[in-house]
């Protein structure tokens, strides 16, 4: 990919990102919700800038990162429980599953970031043994994400319920890691041997790996 490819991409995704960012500002159904959940992507945001020239990550990676974002900016603009393209009377069912599209996304992205790191660093040389070290981080992060919000409930009873989003479903939690099981194990069936061609040609032109 040529230089100037690369600065049409990262624009367009910076661009992608502000106007989302800004959409979801602009009146959402609750600004303390709204800062819990978009935090993640504003977090993502700066880690990237920061990473962007020292450990460059392939486009496959940052594109998956922009979509989770804006799944992110979308959750917390209508809250998970209402956001209007899941609603029940659409979809079908009792709930808004919204919310587990993004526990999807939460195990399919990291998984693909986790394996360009184990592979450019070298860290194991069996891709079985890659596999099942991508998929317990995966899970890690799920279950650490789970108590961040356990613990931000505990914390605030303000936007309490919206946040951890169980909507009176008493498995929540274990759907939830469950969904981001499914997503890690369905990145790496679908996008693995993809991201490593990204790796190779990374790598040839970086050095890095």
Request: with cysteine; hydrophobic share 55%.
């Amino acid at each position: 990919m040529t230089v100037s490819a690369q600065k049409a991409l990262t624009i367009g995704w910076l661009l992608v990102f502000g106007l989302v960012f800004v959409w979801s500002a602009t009146g959402p159904k609750d600004y303390y919700t709204w800062v819990l959940e978009v935090s993640p992507a504003v977090i993502g945001l700066i880690i990237l800038i920061l990473t962007y020239k020292p450990f460059r990550l392939t486009s496959l990676v940052y594109l998956l990162i922009l979509v989770h974002c804006v799944v992110l900016m979308v959750g917390g603009h209508y809250t998970y429980a209402e956001v209007p393209l899941f609603a029940p009377e659409f979809v079908g069912g009792e709930r808004n599953n919204f919310d587990k599209l993004g526990h999807f996304l939460q195990g399919f992205v990291p998984a693909m970031i986790a394996w360009g790191i184990l592979i450019r660093f070298s860290v194991v040389r069996s891709r079985r043994w890659m596999e099942l070290f991508v998929i317990s981080v995966c899970l890690a992060f799920s279950a650490f994400y789970e108590l961040i919000e356990w613990w931000v409930a505990l914390l605030s009873d303000q936007a309490a319920e919206a946040f951890l989003g169980t909507k009176g479903y008493e498995w929540d939690t274990q759907s939830d890691m469950g969904w981001a099981l499914l997503g890690a194990m369905a990145a790496l069936v679908l996008l693995s041997k993809y991201h490593d061609r990204q790796l190779a040609q990374l790598s040839s032109r970086d050095g890095d790996i």
